[in-house]
């Protein structure tokens, strides 16, 4: 049988969630061997050809701010049978996506005061693309990576369940719960699979993996609203790209 | 003559190179240039509540966290005037130890070694050196296993914050790493005889090495004294007054000191510290002296001995993962929760990232918000020294072929390590 033709590309990113994957070790090369590599930067040397290539399942990692990425994606777009959004930043403006709530111009003239800076609006990749599955988190579960990347190479666009966060924690229903506690956890319209990680090192679920469909969001905020002031959720819902999410959720 | 790498692989980050060059070896332009976008972290860091930096400074770079988030905490700390306990600095520096060797690690073995062998691909290379890749994935494994026993996950950890961690370690847990560790030491020093075979370049250029100091031991986490070349400064007078920031080519700060060009990372490390490494390391790094029949000025003189350094180093931390360990253990591990109190402030804090000298600075408001804040990444400081390497390399290589002119080129990028995402942040 042909082996899938597979590509990890990187956009503007911390470079995380290929970590999350090289960090798998062996099992990651075993993933490797079974499909016909096009490009991956960090593992090899050969460069991504200009000319139309085609490849079966793209994996792109990050954020277009630069005009070359956006160039890049489209060609990536073009040669792939699927395309992957990888992680919170590709998926949903990750950490960078601030900028966007506190003034873009502000925040880019922090450093470079009066240079020419490429300093567009940050937008997921799927305001330039069509993309056809989202791996959620920042970063990715590398576990979870090889079981959607396994269908993935089989051509077809895997389910992600729609549970809560809350679904996995081990302080689910407990004292320790932090809404229980009254802290503002995201848990409830977070979408589940991270083995509800930050919760069980007893920090905040902050939602990097993205809202639940079909959440009664509206209720969740209320109820937030109830014991904190609504500006630190706001500011909560800033840290991983999903207050503009949520925005477009509560838009009757 | 146009000599162009639009974009060189196997480093962390995208980066490219460009330069003109004369027959004679005359060069009219070189560049080293970055391809990443502009994130802007410290712009994005104003206004944000204390807690968040951790959260968001881990983002700079997927492969080195770690020293992002403890310089970042143990600057607010120091704003806060807020004193740590002593589990709390084991356990933080145990984290960057490891951070060091699984950052090393993938360095060492994943992105320069393929360079001495002409291997394209890093599943060739698993292939020709079945041991010691295995060797390789075994050490970083256990890296990777302490940041994830401590920190929570391997990739953005979660667990330290500002005044100690969210949650502590089960001691079963660090009982069995180092258990692990001996196996590990076993392995680094496959390693270093790996990377003692490999026929380093012929290359000769003096510069500059900075990096912490204290004069007792091998120092790498939060030191009040930079050493550069022979001159000692208190790390504020080294940040603030000694080097500068050349903002002129975003996305990345190029820093220079007094307008020379340095070098940090393990080889200077090295350099300024070298008598100071644990008994085995010491012997590894003289042998090697020995066998190549070097003395300790041509060592540093050749910057390819970066890489060296690097095995050097893995061998040294995991020595020092191991004593941390022990002591750590001894300890009754306890639930701490300091009272923090704002007051407007600031805070600066120095300790060595796997590439070199890592600086943040922060300002606090009366409300635990971010006022003012700066972050001085080594890749940025490295920039200047890597032009001035690749400027000394070209004109002995203008005779050969292209595609050799092109694989010297990015061999001696490599060997820096450069981390782009940081460079840029």
New interface residues.
Partial sequence: MKKPKVAFF???????????L??L??RF?NF??EVE?VDF????????PKEKVEIDVSFVEG????N??IELLKKIREESKILVAMGNCASLG???E??NY?GKE????????K?N???PEIKEIDNFVKVDFYIPG??IHGEEFLKYAKELTEGKIPEISQKPVCSECLNQGKETCFLRKKEPCLGPITLAGCEA??P????LC?GCRGILKNVNLKGFLETLKKFKNPEEIE?NLE?FGIKDEIEKFLKP | MKIAIPHIHKIEGEAGFWAKVTKTGKIEELKFQTLLGLRQIEGILIGRRYFEVPIVVSRICGICPVPHILCAITSLENALKLKVSEQTTLLRKLLLAANIVHSHTLHLFFLSLSDFFNIENDLDLLKKFKKESKAALDVRNLALEITKVIGGRPVHPITPIVGGFTKLPEKEKLKEILEKIPQAIENANLLIETFKKIEYPEFERETLFASVFNGKDYPYYLEKIVKIGDEKFTFSDFYSVQIEEDLKSPPVKRVKFRGKAYMVGAIARLKNNGKFLTKNSKEKFEEFLKERKLNEKEYFKNIFHNLFSQAIEVLQFLEVCQGLLKEVLRLPLKEERPKIEFHPSSGLSALEAPRGTLFHYYEIDREGRISNCNVITPTAQFLHNIEKDLKTLLPQIVKLKKKDQIRKIRSLVRIYDPCISCATH
């Fill in positions: 990187s956009l503007t990113s911390c470079e995380g969630c290929q970590f999350a090289l960090d070790g062996e090369f490797l061997r590599l930067s960090l593992i090899e040397e050969i460069p991504f954020l277009p701010i630069k070359e990425e990750g950490i960078p601030m900028k506190q502000r925040t880019i003239r922090y450093v470079y005061k240079l800076v490429e300093n920042c970063p990680i930050c069980k090192n007893n920090q902050y500011d840290i």
